[in-house]
């Protein structure tokens, strides 16, 4: 039997060979609307790993689309620029398309110049500023637009068009009720609002003739407030398709709503469930997304009618040749991605490129070319943490003759800690992952090994990197040494047990992780929540709370002004928002005086009072764990230090950092 994934299907006329969907994601890495070189080496590396399709994007179709670090496709000079993307896609085995799209409301004036534009004057939750109306004889010049970057894509080569109808950009704005309060033929009822984005795949159709492929990437559902819901999507979905379109990329959410939608706390395929309510209506190739990181669930939502192609963006950043590796049977051996966003979304929000946490080559595809070494070395590396084993694959890869020494019996180290809290466990899938790889390239571990000064002289290697991690700070608060006490890292590992009242001492990202682990305590696992709703035991919203209930008190405290500063623009307001959920209080500008046997003493705004607890924990931070720094000085041996044992920062700067530490021996 042919695997569903692999096996080839059709777009119109254009046969394609998996079912593996690479979607259009910004990468920040276009210059004044121009294709970069970075660019294509990228986009060259995921058509070689085997993907079926490439959507690149998206690209503007008018000046007031978006900024200049997307790709242009609204003037004719911007041709040549696409053409070498196009074949450098095509050239590596893969069908080729651009997703062309307006951004509206959600342009940034400072990007485009002027004021942005919409259906109607609402202000964007996005930009937190107000567009103007489009009058109707910009309208129908807009539509034109759309089809003269659709002719500009297919002059460049490329196999197919994406016109994106979604997550809250021009379309979808005309679409919605939230946003379209138009009293004319483009506004009031639903059909009306279905009319521009049905008029687009009209011009685009005439346009570039019958059998060039047409995609709309759609909502399935657009998860806000007052605004177009499942049903009411189908129905446009099923309007796009008698318009001319050829496929249906589904999408979910505008990037305003308040639900989760692409980080790690969203369960995996959630969102197959929309795919699947529009292809039982449709009879053209449907296409699933958001969080389908792993061919076993691609393989399954193909085979039970969800959708007929999986669209996986941020695990073909993780790991670009897992498709070969499904092809190859080596499934075990791909990098996961664990929808961190540390080095996607929240590089984009920085004005960054696009990198990846679990991929130290991802957007960086010829700068981080090894050349294996001419004269290799012993290399120790102590420590099997991320950037340990980082290090360790980038030397080996280099030529180096690599051991890792790791004092606990499993390697991942602080990942672990990561992934302890409710909707995190996508991190220890990263350790998995990454000792996978040491396995696959045949990297000594030696486990249960803690290493001194005197293994470091019997081994003489001709360098050491030093990846021994973080230890937690030590803090001078009177009472620490109670037997109330306990570290955040004990909590996180199930080593401690603690009390009904708890109080956690550090408002940082273990702080807020330890809160949130310890506040799901109690609450009704996802199995009991099923049971109890199937078999309609109790209302919804009891069960609501017990899904949210626990059975502790948790409080934090910190000093600062603000909770979470370390913690990532993608993930912060998501675990805001559980803490809320969750009923944990949370205080700031809060100092600790002293721990007692009843609780916590604490000082806020020049007042002093005491908080009950049973348990406190500490979530003071860490620092770097380098002992092993003065041994190697003394021995004169060659050494680096990298990860947390250099300097505390995210698990993203743990793993790259690694990485440069192993290919620079």
């Not at 691609?298 to 999986?310: H, K, S």
């Not at 002289?457 to 230890?471: F, M, N, Q, S, Y």
């Not at 709703?533 to 502790?552: R, W």
């Not at 990532?568 to 002293?594: F, I, P």
């Amino acid at each position: 039997m042919v695997d569903p994934i692999i096996s080839p299907i059709k777009i119109n006329t254009l046969e394609i060979k998996n079912r593996i969907f690479l979607p259009a994601m910004h990468m920040n890495m276009a210059v004044d609307y121009e294709v970069t070189q970075p660019l294509i080496d990228f986009y060259a590396q995921r058509a070689k790993g085997g993907a079926g399709m490439i959507v690149v994007g998206f690209a503007t179709i008018d000046k007031l689309s978006s900024g200049t670090s997307n790709i242009g496709a609204h003037k004719d000079e911007f041709i040549p620029g696409l053409k070498r993307l196009a074949d450098a896609i095509k050239d590596n085995g893969a069908r080729a398309a651009v997703q062309i799209n307006h951004a509206g409301k959600n342009s940034f004036s400072f990007m485009i110049g002027e004021q942005a534009v919409s259906a109607s004057a609402v202000p964007s939750r996005m930009t937190r500023e107000t567009p103007r109306e489009l009058t109707e004889a910009e309208i129908w010049e807009t539509i034109d637009s759309f089809a003269a970057a659709a002719v500009r894509v297919q002059k460049a080569g490329y196999d197919a068009v994406e016109i994106l109808a979604g997550t809250g950009y021009l379309i979808s704005s005309f679409l919605s009720p939230v946003t379209n309060q138009r009293k004319d033929s483009w506004g009031g009822s639903f059909e009306n609002r279905m009319r521009f984005g049905i008029e687009i795949i009209k011009a685009i159709r005439k346009a570039t003739g019958e059998d060039y492929p047409i995609i709309a990437r759609i909502n399935g559902n657009d998860l806000m407030k007052g605004g177009v819901g499942r049903k009411d999507l189908q129905v446009f979905a099923q309007e796009l398709v008698k318009a001319g379109a050829d496929a249906l990329n589904i999408n979910v959410g505008w990037h305003e709503a308040r639900i989760p939608q692409i980080v790690t706390f969203v369960p995996r395929g959630v969102f197959g469930y929309l795919s699947k309510g529009i292809k039982e209506l449709v009879d053209v190739p449907v296409i699933a997304s958001h969080r389908i990181n792993d061919p076993a669930l691609a393989r399954e939502m193909i085979q039970e009618g969800q959708c007929d192609m999986v669209a996986m963006g941020r695990p073909l950043i993780a790991d670009p040749e897992l498709p070969n590796k499904i092809a190859a049977g080596k499934e075990k051996e791909i990098i996961h991605c664990i929808a961190c966003a540390q080095g996607c979304f929240d590089h984009l929000f920085e004005m960054k490129t696009v990198q990846c946490l679990c991929n130290p080559k991802a957007g960086r595809e010829k700068d981080t070319v090894i050349t294996r070494t001419d004269s290799p070395k012993k290399v120790m590396i102590i420590g099997a943490g991320a950037a340990g084993m980082s290090a360790a694959l980038a030397a080996k890869e280099k030529g180096h003759n690599v051991t890792v020494y790791e004092k606990e019996s499993k390697a991942g180290g602080q990942l672990y800690l990561a992934a302890a809290p409710p909707g995190r466990e996508e991190f220890s899938e990263l350790a998995k992952d990454l000792a996978t790889q040491l396995r696959v390239n045949d990297i000594n571990i030696v486990y249960n090994q803690t290493v001194d000064k005197a293994l470091i002289e019997k081994e003489k290697p001709d360098h050491v990197i030093l990846a021994t991690g973080a230890r937690p700070m030590e803090i001078p608060i009177p009472g620490k040494d109670r037997p109330n006490v306990v570290q955040a890292w004990d909590v996180l590992l199930d080593k401690v047990t603690t009390g009904k009242r708890v109080v956690v001492v550090g408002g940082g990202a273990v702080g807020v992780e330890t809160a949130l682990f310890l506040a799901e305590k109690g609450t009704l696992s996802p199995e009991a929540l099923k049971f109890l709703l199937i078999n309609e035991v109790e209302d919804t919203d009891y069960l609501k709370h017990l899904a949210i209930k626990g059975s502790k008190e948790v409080i934090m405290l910190e000093m600062l002004d603000k909770i979470g500063k370390d913690i990532g623009k993608s993930t912060r307001w998501v675990m805001m928002e559980d803490m809320a959920r969750y009923n944990v209080v949370s205080r700031t500008a809060t100092k600790v005086l002293e721990i007692t046997d009843k609780g916590v003493r604490v000082e806020y705004g020049g007042e002093k009072e005491e908080i009950a607890a049973d348990t406190i924990v500490l979530a003071t931070g860490s620092v770097p764990e380098n002992g092993l720094q003065k041994d190697l000085e003394q021995l004169g041996i060659p050494f680096t230090v990298t990860g947390d044992a250099k300097q505390i920062r995210l698990a993203f700067d743990a793993v790259h950092n690694g990485f440069e530490a192993g290919r620079n021996i």
